[in-house]
């Protein structure tokens, strides 16, 4: 715990820093002031002098901080990139500031944004791949409590640029313990400070303005010598560039993941519309991923179900897979439809061939069968108009067909 003073060559005992440090490590919140009590009290039993409360602690971060850049490996060149957020002017003028920090060679990136969200990271960290002309084989998140809905779109993003996600690097030997990758000497990016303090309180038109002296002033800072030897970008051309990984070839779509729960019904309501998922995950939570065309399900890191994306509104507004459907809904489905397709066989041929396309309809769309219901109670309407007639009149005219519009024609001959 101690070693004397005798034996040191000092006035006063000399703590055994790897004992104390290893003691705080143990505990989330073991306080200093604790560490010192046990150290002041083995003095005492010892009969030595201790260290003051200042000096001690001055020792136990000295020696954690050596300690920590001794036992830890440094990245590699194209290895890594370190992200964080920072605030960039005052006012009505403050924006926060994007960082990306090679490790390697210190080449930052910065451009403003408009809040700290994922999807403005991800879109800001895309920015930074394109500017770097590659991507690293480790890109740090600067946030590490991630909410489970934001989880699947990081993963989709760090999937489709094939680089390894990883939340805030640890700061501390405490945390870097558990960490398995190396803990990073540098702390914020110098390029981002005089980026900073040259924007200041500056007034600028508009925020396409703001960004352009951001990166300009970046890029001023980049290509300047480091420390008396060659600047970051030098560094980064002649080492690095060429090691990161290629763009990939499509840009990133930026899809909308949601986190829902299935109905008992089997089914999860996504934007006013409801798609089917397997009938074996009702009631449980899953991931929806929503981009222009589709709308995918997804649990336990797989795709369960995939269907075109609805827009606009069609009859319940429900799509359904029947693959998805229990094997007892899909035997009585097919019994539906033989009995629907009996109660309009005694119609005439355009309605018979009406009926068909709404069954189409309801095994497409998985609206039920209410649709059907809906179209036979239209041959015992009081009108006009039959509905072997209207129905001909649908089917021949341009538009699709809909028991919407062979309404329309029988309530028009009343």
Known sequence: ?????????????????????????????????????????????????????????????AWRKESA???????????????????????????????????????????????????????????????????PFVTVYPGSDVADG??????????????????????????????ARPMDAKSRSAVADRVRADIG???????EELDAA?????????????GGGPSRNDLFWEQEAA????????????????????????????????????????GQCVNVRVSGEAVE????????????????QVGRNTVTDPAHRPPSHAAFAKRMETRFMAMAAPMAKWAAKAMKLVLRQCGKGGMGFRACKEFLDLADAPSGVILDDACRSVLQGEGAFSVDAVRGLIGAGI
């Open 150 to 179: 934001t989880i699947m779109s990081l993963q989709d993003f760090a999937a489709h640029h094939r680089t390894v996600l990883y939340c805030a690097r640890p700061k501390q030997a405490r945390t870097a313990a558990r960490s």
């Open 297 to 312: 399900v997804w649990s336990g890191g797989a795709m369960i179900a995939r269907h075109a994306r609805v827009t606009e």
């Open 1 to 61: 715990m101690i070693t004397p003073a005798r034996q040191a060559g000092r006035r006063c005992a000399q703590p055994n820093y790897a004992y104390f440090s290893a003691k705080a490590d143990s505990r989330r919140k073991y306080w200093r002031r604790w560490l010192y009590s046990e150290y002041e009290g083995a003095c005492r039993a010892a009969g030595e002098r201790p260290y003051s409360f200042s000096s001690f602690c001055r020792g136990l971060a």
């Open 69 to 135: 850049s001794v036992e830890t490996d440094e990245w590699k060149a194209a290895e890594c990139l370190i992200t964080y957020w920072s605030r960039v002017g005052r006012g009505v003028h403050e924006r926060f500031l994007f960082v990306a920090q090679l490790a390697f060679s210190d080449r930052t990136f910065c451009c403003s944004a408009p809040d700290r969200r994922p999807a403005t990271w991800e879109r800001c960290c895309e920015r930074a791949y394109r500017w770097l002309g590659g991507v």
């Open 201 to 207: 309180d500056g007034d600028f038109a508009d925020v």
């Open 243 to 282: 090691m990161l990984l290629a763009l990939p070839f499509e840009r990133y779509g930026f899809p909308e993941w949601l986190r829902r729960v299935a109905g008992g019904d089997y089914h999860v309501k996504v934007h006013g519309f409801r798609y089917s998922v397997p009938w074996g995950y009702a």
């Open 214 to 226: 951001i990166l300009e002033r970046a890029e001023h800072y980049n290509a300047q010598p480091c």
